[in-house]
């Protein structure tokens, strides 16, 4: 069985634009990042620690734990050979399902499902000649997943102690066309000055990912509080008592109440129908206030807080012209009726930004997706 005591390096991965909210997270926890990538970075630790950083981690997508690493694995054949030599009998069941994912930059493959499969059969192998038997295999996420990373110079192989996505929380059991990612939302929240205790006013709420974000921080509730699935509990040696642990010490640093009022609005009856449903399944709908409105009538209450909003921004039809006005009534919005507040327009169209008509503060790079993006801050007196 595996040895989740002892200590590997743990590369964590995030979309392009979130390693400086996900090093700070990190760095909360009490770890110290290495090796900081565009997509991620690296820590020391064990696979316990990996148990803590998919319960706590927000802006992460997953959380790989080293198996081992080579830097003389020329050709699919001789990654064959070196994955056969390692103890995979220690860390999958031969009565389990394992499947594999890689990332592979390197002359000898043109096809990463054929490196996949040699992958595979190599830990089947080598558990059938240890075992006599053998683990089923396919493209499912929800077993044991094993990872794959090869370039030019290095071949490296992980237990995937994520499986699935952690940007998929459990909670987005309704959406509307184009939701944002978990992750990206709780990365502009971060990027924001808003802190427990303030407003956060979200018109034109969509599904509701923002504000649900926003209430799930504001109540130190663990992002993946609502999964009950992950890489790590179908590595051989798993220990249950230590995560329920860990679920049991995050339930008593929840907050029931918070202060500071959370709104959200759309002018959609379905967008906000699908934010009340999300908000429910999280758990969340009595700490969001929902209003169906336009965005220019949301209420702004008194007191600090932020004022965040999404607008289309015309990527995949050309709806630029038809867009500028939206984009004029932002600025206005903001400037009339959002004084004293700080106010954010997350974008990725920069001719459109400049219609808001408002001086930004900063503009801060993310991504949605593939779609260079900005979070443009404006202060408000």
Same mark, same amino acid.
């Given at each position: ?7 590997? *390096? ?54 790989? $734990?080293?198996?081992?690493? /080579? ?64 683990? @089923?295999?396919?493209? /499912? ?50 990027? *924001? ?15 509701? *990912?923002?504000?649900?974000?926003? &209430?799930?921080? &504001? ?44 709104? &959200?609005?759309?002018? @959609? ?8 449903? /999300? ?16 965005? @220019?009538?949301?209420?702004?209450? @008194? ?6 909003? /999404? ?15 939206? $984009? ?49 801050? $404006?202060?408000?007196?």
């Amino acid at each position: 069985m595996a040895d989740f005591s002892a200590n590997s *390096t743990i590369s964590i991965t995030c979309p392009r634009g979130l390693p400086p909210f996900l090093q700070s997270e990190l760095t909360k926890l009490g770890y110290r990042p290495v090796n900081i990538r565009s997509t991620g970075m690296e820590i020391q630790g064990s696979l316990n620690d990996c148990i803590r950083l998919n319960f706590w981690l927000r802006t992460a997508h997953r959380v790989h $734990y080293l198996v081992n690493e /080579n830097r003389q694995v020329k050709d699919p054949e001789s990654l064959y050979s070196w994955l056969t030599s390692l103890p995979w009998d220690q860390y999958v069941s031969p009565d389990g399902y394992v499947s594999v994912t890689s990332r592979i930059d390197h002359p000898s493959i043109d096809n990463t499902q054929y490196a996949n499969l040699m992958v595979k059969d190599a830990i089947v192998d080598q558990i059938r000649t240890a075992t006599g038997r053998r683990p @089923d295999s396919g493209s /499912n996420l929800n077993k044991t997943v094993i990872f794959l990373y090869w370039d030019r110079k290095t071949a490296r192989i992980f237990l995937d102690t994520s499986g699935e996505s952690l940007s998929r929380r459990g909670y987005r059991t309704e959406s509307v066309q184009a939701p944002m990612q978990e992750s990206l939302a709780s990365a502009i929240i971060h990027a *924001t000055q808003w802190a427990p205790g303030w407003h956060f006013i979200n018109p034109m709420s969509g599904s509701g *990912t923002l504000a649900i974000e926003t &209430a799930l921080i &504001a109540q130190n509730r663990p992002p993946a509080s609502l999964r009950h699935q992950f890489g790590f509990m179908h590595i051989l040696g798993y220990d249950d008592s230590y995560y329920q642990d860990i679920r049991d010490e995050a339930r008593k640093q929840t907050r029931k109440e918070i202060s500071g009022k959370i709104i &959200a609005t759309d002018r @959609d009856r379905i967008s906000i129908k699908s934010c009340r449903k /999300n908000a429910r399944t999280a758990g969340v709908d009595h700490l969001i206030e929902f209003d169906l409105c336009n965005y @220019d009538e949301t209420p702004v209450p @008194d007191g600090n807080g932020v004022v965040v909003l /999404n607008p289309p921004y015309g990527e995949r039809l050309d709806t630029t012209g038809k867009l500028k006005p939206l $984009y004029r009534g932002i600025g206005d919005f903001l400037k009339n009726s959002c004084k004293n507040k700080m106010g954010y327009v997350f974008t990725g169209n920069f001719s459109l930004a400049k219609q808001i008509g408002l001086r930004t503060s900063q503009r801060i790079p993310l991504y949605n997706s593939t779609i260079e993006c900005r979070l443009l801050e $404006y202060e408000i007196y």
